[in-house]
């Protein structure tokens, strides 16, 4: 059996949500020190390019909200019940000058009488209520305030009241007397024992057309009782003193009679002791001029009280809160279907960061970027640098592994752990010649692949200072997105190498990919090159068949050095012994050959004649990149390192081997 179900809104041929800008902002805030539950509720906050977030639907909200207050005003069934008055009682003046035939002590009278009549609404139409009106169209304009206030009343309890019983007759009263006899009855006994699913069924069959929402079942209709009923108190609670007596006093002429009144009053109160969480003390304070009767009025207070928890499910602010707690039904029918759409596909977002396995919970239940996170991260960031390092916008993206050096024209039989990729004529060939054009059936003997020049393996140990200086002026995320940068490019395109991150503040420590991009900033003065240095040359020593490669961020001279008891000496200004201890390392490093640069953050002369110094004294090279290039120069000196400088300078430009000379 087929169902079907309301259209939630969208583009059904939509493709799926795209996580890459998502995973992208939340990687910057995680490297800016975030965690990543944080940097999640960040950008669903923000949103993307073309993704409106949190903070634009709760602007709209309010925006919403603030329109209502400042728009209507609560006296529109008051001004009704005026303008009906006026009508009534210019009709009879009328119909009083107009009739010869009546009398004239009893024209005098009526004359007098209506001149007289009280100041206040209320009172005017309760003195009115005996009197014998001569014009029939007084009579009807009288009358309609009575029925008028009958259907405001009820309009107030149950939406829609209004129109469903407009120009209602004496049995239609008569019913809706009933109604709410039976439904008091009801609301009674559930509230002593409870109402069987027979009883509750039988009072919908005979009063069902009184509400269109059709409840399946007594706490729905409970719900949607007790939610009007609240609002029509909040309005009440939030009329003036003058209105509200007004009110009251008039709600006594509602079709002419007070049982309607006493009927509302007994339902309210069994409403109010069967959901007592309902907000029946709440006001709001309108300011405009266009007036709501009581009806109107009740769901504009309703409509108010559902954007206050759509502004409180959009600031997920209490603990374990989630996309899917908003109720999407609500904010569509509150801001449009658009504003549906757009929390939906934060729902799915969100849903898809969770369970893709871009985040995951640690042991002690906190959420982290997984290594398949931080993958995509780097690709997005090695495609960033890509783009810096080749000067054209929107190059396309190399897939270009570096696995292997420049093809040489040769090929050779494929053996077990080659590396280098198919030649695809040669293999084919190799299947016809043994075995006949069809069917064509490639074997392990008939593969060959395409002969490279040798190239040198590489041990790369990047030093990146994370002491006080780094955070304090901006550079701690650029570093970041540079180690990982780098990272990613060895991991994924010279898998051959091998690369060891070294942070270095006041000590210095290896560290893994993850560990150093969810590093937080460090405040601890000291730079400690020279421990950083030895475990560089500790690195480059488990690889003697590696060429090593030095690469060191720095925005400071060495202050800090280990002690032979392992101990850790600050000083500032650096004192000869740090740099005697740092320069002996960086010469260590040297005789084991390592190619070293170093790349200064920072504009002070001092240090930039300092680095300059030790980078000649190891036939290295000091590179100056701005910030925003810093990525670029740091790949760009390792790709240096490479080989051949044509194999790369097709994807990535002149930015290595003397191509940026404005650097050094």
Request: no cysteine; proline share 5%.
């Given at each position: 059996m087929s169902r079907f179900r309301k259209y939630d809104g969208g583009d059904p041929l939509a493709p799926p949500v795209d996580l890459a800008e998502a995973l992208d902002a939340i990687g910057q805030d995680v490297m800016a020190g975030y965690a990543p539950e944080r940097a999640m509720r960040e950008f669903l906050r923000r949103g993307g390019t073309d993704q409106a977030g949190l903070d634009e639907l709760a602007r709209r909200v309010a925006e919403r909200r603030r329109e209502i207050l400042q728009r209507n005003d609560l006296d529109g069934t008051m001004r009704e019940v005026r303008e009906l008055l006026d009508r009534a009682v210019l009709a009879e003046r009328g119909q009083l000058a107009r009739d010869i035939a009546l009398d004239d002590g009893d024209r005098a009278f009526r004359e007098l009488m209506l001149d007289n009549l009280p100041t206040s609404t209320p009172a005017a139409v309760s003195e009115l209520s005996s009197y014998d009106w001569q014009s029939s169209e007084a009579r009807e304009a009288y009358e309609e305030i009575k029925d008028l206030l009958?259907?405001?009343?009820?309009?107030?309890?149950?939406?829609?009241?209004?129109?469903?019983?407009?120009?209602?007759?004496?049995?239609?009263?008569?019913?809706?007397?009933?109604?709410?006899?039976?439904?008091?009855?009801?609301?009674?006994?559930?509230?002593?024992?409870?109402?069987?699913?027979?009883?509750?069924?039988?009072?919908?069959?005979?009063?069902?057309?009184?509400?269109?929402?059709?409840?399946k079942d007594m706490d729905e209709l409970l719900d949607s009782l007790a939610q009007r009923a609240a609002?029509?108190?909040?309005?009440?609670?939030?009329?003036?003193?003058?209105?509200?007596?007004?009110?009251?006093?008039?709600?006594?002429?509602?079709?002419g009679s007070p049982q309607l009144m006493e009927q509302l009053a007994r339902m309210d109160a069994n409403l109010q002791a069967l959901r007592p969480g309902e907000d029946w003390s709440g006001s709001e304070s309108f300011e405009g001029d266009q007036g709501m009767g009581l009806g109107d009025g009740t769901g504009a207070l309703q409509d108010l009280a559902e954007l206050d928890a759509l502004a409180d499910q959009l600031a997920q602010s209490h603990h374990g809160a989630r996309m899917d707690d908003v109720d999407l039904d609500a904010l569509a029918g509150q801001l449009g279907p658009d504003a549906a759409v757009a929390a939906k596909t934060l729902q799915e977002l969100e849903r898809a960061l969770r369970d893709s396995g871009y985040l995951k919970r640690g042991s002690d239940g906190e959420l982290r970027l997984s290594p398949k996170a931080m993958r995509q991260l780097g690709k997005a960031l090695l495609r960033d640098v890509a783009e810096r390092m080749s000067g054209r916008a929107g190059a396309r993206e190399t897939r270009t592994t570096g696995l292997a050096g420049e093809p040489s024209g040769a090929t050779r039989r494929w053996e077990f752990g080659s590396t280098e990729p198919w030649d695809v004529p040669r293999t084919i060939t190799n299947s016809v010649l043994r075995g006949g054009a069809s069917p064509v059936r490639i074997q392990v003997d008939d593969i060959e692949v395409v002969e490279t020049e040798a190239r040198t393996q590489?041990?790369?140990?990047?030093?990146?200072?994370?002491?006080?200086?780094?955070?304090?002026?901006?550079?701690?995320?650029?570093?970041?997105?540079?180690?990982?940068?780098?990272?990613?490019?060895?991991?994924?395109?010279?898998?051959?190498?091998?690369?060891?991150?070294?942070?270095?503040?006041?000590?210095?420590?290896?560290?893994?990919?993850?560990?150093?991009?969810?590093?937080?900033?460090?405040?601890?003065?000291?730079?400690?090159?020279?421990?950083?240095?030895?475990?560089?040359?500790?690195?480059?020593?488990?690889?003697?068949?590696?060429?090593?490669?030095?690469?060191?961020?720095?925005?400071?001279?060495?202050?800090?050095?280990?002690?032979?008891?392992?101990?850790?000496?600050?000083?500032?200004?650096?004192?000869?012994?740090t740099i005697a201890h740092s320069v002996r390392e960086l010469d260590a490093a040297a005789r084991l050959g390592a190619q070293t640069t170093f790349f200064r953050l920072g504009e002070d002369p001092g240090l930039a004649r300092f680095i300059d110094s030790m980078a000649r004294r190891v036939d290295g090279r000091m590179v100056s990149p701005e910030l925003d290039d810093l990525g670029a120069a740091v790949v760009g000196s390792y790709l240096g390192s490479r080989g051949p400088a044509s194999s790369y300078r097709e994807h990535f430009g002149d930015w290595y081997g003397g191509g940026r000379g404005s650097w050094v």
């Open positions: 009958g259907r405001e009343l009820l309009d107030q309890r149950f939406a829609g009241m209004k129109q469903a019983i407009e120009g209602a007759t004496e049995e239609d009263r008569q019913a809706v007397s009933e109604m709410l006899s039976d439904l008091n009855d009801l609301l009674e006994k559930h509230a002593s024992g409870g109402v069987t699913d027979e009883e509750f069924a039988d009072f919908m069959d005979k009063h069902g057309d009184f509400f269109p929402e059709q409840p609002a029509a108190q909040r309005m009440l609670n939030s009329m003036t003193p003058e209105q509200r007596q007004e009110l009251m006093e008039l709600s006594q002429q509602a079709f590489a041990a790369v140990a990047l030093l990146v200072d994370t002491s006080f200086s780094m955070a304090m002026d901006g550079r701690w995320v650029p570093m970041k997105r540079t180690a990982l940068a780098l990272h990613q490019l060895v991991r994924s395109r010279f898998r051959g190498d091998d690369i060891q991150l070294i942070a270095f503040g006041r000590h210095a420590q290896v560290m893994e990919i993850e560990e150093l991009t969810a590093l937080d900033a460090r405040w601890d003065k000291g730079t400690n090159l020279h421990h950083g240095l030895l475990l560089a040359n500790r690195f480059f020593r488990k690889h003697p068949n590696a060429q090593p490669v030095l690469l060191v961020v720095t925005d400071g001279e060495p202050t800090a050095h280990l002690e032979p008891d392992g101990d850790v000496w600050f000083s500032y200004p650096p004192h000869p012994l």
